[in-house]
């Protein structure tokens, strides 16, 4: 059980909780919600006992597991000798049994394999294994399903619904247990409050969806109600009547009900790419293999300037090694990668690894994208980093933010050529849609890998790249069933 009670939380002098209240029982399957930012991953340290710096009440009875969506420092995984000895270090489960769960995950490494060599995405996965192995009372898990195809994520919410413990879950995906989930806490960072909705998570989008309605008819009420006291208090002469006039404005002013960012409209506007050859980049008989397993086989892609085209494959089936390989991070076996002279790549990793963390927000967006600092602070606001969230470090984003922080930092430079790997990965609906529309926007070239369909579908591709037949079709929204096939 958790009781969380006058919880209140602060970074520097910006509240992030106030006055938050909420009780989770045993065996209870709860989703968090919130837009990215909102402060979702602290809450969870707070109720692990990471997080020490707040006020209030925090109790939680039972044995607890955390698994964050990042494992980049983790130290049991970096003292722990091999996947299996990290897994199930208490040697409790046979081989066959660990495997069963790394299948389901869609994790392939082997129980022998040092631990600390690992992609971020495969520690992540390990981490999670690890939890459902160790079958806390209360598991607590931040985006579980991220790096994984529509099984892997199928397969992690069923097992969530049959989870005999408590279990607190953020994720995109609430959609694949709402069935078994009980109520969701929804995080409100206008307001700092967390609110519960009992019922499903479908339950929970109508619910919203209506209170937000609710509140915008109450916000246009209210303001036609002060436009008549302004037209009033411009028509009297008398000085104490406007003296009234004025006090009453100044009352409805502040009583007027503050509209969540995701009821606003989003509007971005970009730089305009550098001019580019024709052929901005193309691939001749590329050839790729990792001992004995071939990955790519005489790869033929060539990209027209203004083409947008979307990778399609399951996982494993090459897409992120023939994107390392045009970009240069690693060497083809065989064949060529011929790039034009005035080619600018802008290149979207979900590892983050060209980001220095102990940069701000506005640093790292001026260093990279070489704008002044007003543009800097304008173009970052339209991804809802505005305000302290510019100042804040970049190591103290949430997983979301740090995404927005990437794209931003991409479409405010005159790249002409876009490649994006799973763009989507960390992301809230209204992250989404903020980077969706900003997309949209862009006049370059681009290259897309996401298993998103709805995101795909907004981004109108000219063609896809299919994997593992190897061969360039012209795009059919018949092709999304494959975006999420495994």
């Keep these: 059980m958790i009781r969380v009670k006058d919880l209140a939380f602060a970074y520097g002098e910006k509240p992030l909780y106030e006055k938050v209240n909420f009780v989770v029982g045993d065996n209870q399957k709860v989703g968090l919600v919130g837009p990215n930012g909102a402060g979702k991953s602290t809450l969870l340290s707070i ?37 299996k000895n990290y897994a199930d270090p208490q040697n409790l489960f046979q081989d066959f049994e660990i495997n069963k769960i790394f299948s389901g995950i869609e994790l392939t490494v082997s129980l022998d394999q040092d631990p600390k060599i690992l992609s971020g995405g495969q520690k992540t996965k390990l981490a999670l294994a690890r939890a459902l192995l160790m079958k806390p009372e209360v598991l607590l898990l931040d985006e579980p399903t991220n790096f994984m195809d529509k099984a892997g994520k199928a397969w992690v919410m069923r097992f969530l619904s049959e989870y005999k413990g408590t279990v607190i879950v953020i994720s995109h995906d609430l959609e694949l247990m709402d069935n078994n989930i009980d109520k969701i806490l929804a995080v409100t960072p206008y307001d700092g409050k967390i609110t519960e909705y009992k019922g499903t998570y479908s339950d929970y989008l109508r619910l919203k969806k209506q209170k937000e309605e609710n509140l915008r008819k109450e916000l246009e009420i209210k303001s036609r109600h002060l436009k008549r006291t302004e037209e009033r208090y411009n028509t009297s002469r008398a000085v104490a009547t406007k003296s009234i006039i004025r006090r009453q404005m100044e009352r409805e002013r502040e009583n007027l009900p503050q509209l969540p960012p995701e009821v606003r409209k989003v509007t971005i506007k970009l730089p305009d790419p550098k001019r580019v050859g024709e052929l901005p980049i193309r691939v001749i008989g590329v050839t790729k293999s990792y001992d004995s ?18 990778l399609i494959g399951a996982n494993g089936t090459g897409k992120s090694t023939f994107i390392k390989i045009l970009m240069g991070m690693i060497k083809q076996d065989s064949g060529e990668v011929v790039k034009n002279d005035d080619l600018e790549v802008g290149y979207y990793s979900q590892e983050f690894e060209t980001f220095d963390f102990n940069k701000s927000v506005i640093e790292t967006f001026t260093d990279e994208s070489k704008k002044e600092s007003g543009f800097a602070r304008a173009f970052l606001g339209r991804y809802m980093l505005s305000g302290d969230k510019a100042f804040q470090r970049v190591g103290s984003l949430s997983g979301g933010e740090k995404t927005r922080l990437a794209i931003a930092v991409l479409t405010g430079k005159d790249t002409n050529l876009l490649i994006l790997d799973e763009p989507t990965t960390y992301l809230d609906v209204m992250s989404q849609r903020i980077i969706l529309e900003s997309l949209k926007e862009y006049k370059g070239t681009m290259i897309v890998v996401s298993h998103t369909s709805e995101f795909i579908k907004e981004l109108s591709l000219t063609k896809a790249f299919l994997f593992p037949e190897e061969k360039m079709v012209l795009w059919d929204e018949g092709l999304l069933d494959r975006i999420v096939e495994v």
């Design 47 to 83: 109720i692990t006992g990471k997080e020490t710096d707040y006020t209030g009440k925090v109790e939680l009875l039972g044995s607890v597991v955390l698994v964050p969506q990042e494992v980049k420092n983790d130290p049991t995984m970096e003292d722990s000798t091999s996947v």
């Design 293 to 310: 397993l071939t990955v790519l086989k005489d790869v033929n892609f060539t990209i027209i300037r203004g083409e947008r085209i979307a």
